[in-house]
């Protein structure tokens, strides 16, 4: 069982910057692949960014490549997700997701995720 707790979201003009934080609880962080979603008014969940158990591997969407880093620090039970160069575009809710396999682009592959934080970009 895992516990997701999102928090750094805020207001931003185009071109700044914001780090969320996805902080877990559970033993077993270490095993899960994380990932980043994220949901916009009246459109569907939308895949982010993901790592590996390990760290080694991430993945990320083609309009956030470049931009966000998603990254995991094992000795807190927190994944991170930088998000440089907003854009008006970004504006959604952020959510974090666990999965004990591999992560990936989908959703349905993840069966722990968390609340969300509200990322809001000003143009």
């Known amino acids: 069982q895992v516990q997701l707790v999102e928090s750094g979201g805020g207001l931003v003009q185009a071109g700044g910057s914001l780090r969320l934080s996805c902080a877990a609880s559970?033993?077993?962080?270490?095993?899960?692949?994380m990932g980043w979603f994220r949901q916009a008014p009246g459109k569907e969940r939308e895949f982010v960014a993901a790592?590996?158990?390990?760290?080694?591997?991430?993945h990320y969407a083609d309009s956030v490549k470049g931009r966000f880093t998603i990254s995991r620090d094992d000795a807190t039970n927190t994944v991170y997700l930088q998000l440089n160069s907003l854009k008006p575009e970004d504006t959604a809710v952020y959510y974090c997701?666990?999965?004990?396999?591999?992560?990936?682009?989908?959703?349905?592959?993840?069966?722990?995720w968390g609340q969300g934080t509200q990322v809001t970009v000003s143009s």
């Open positions: 997701a666990a999965d004990p396999a591999r992560g990936g682009v989908s959703s349905d592959e993840y069966g722990y």
């Open positions: 559970g033993r077993t962080f270490s095993s899960y692949a």
């Open positions: 790592i590996s158990w390990s760290g080694a591997t991430t």
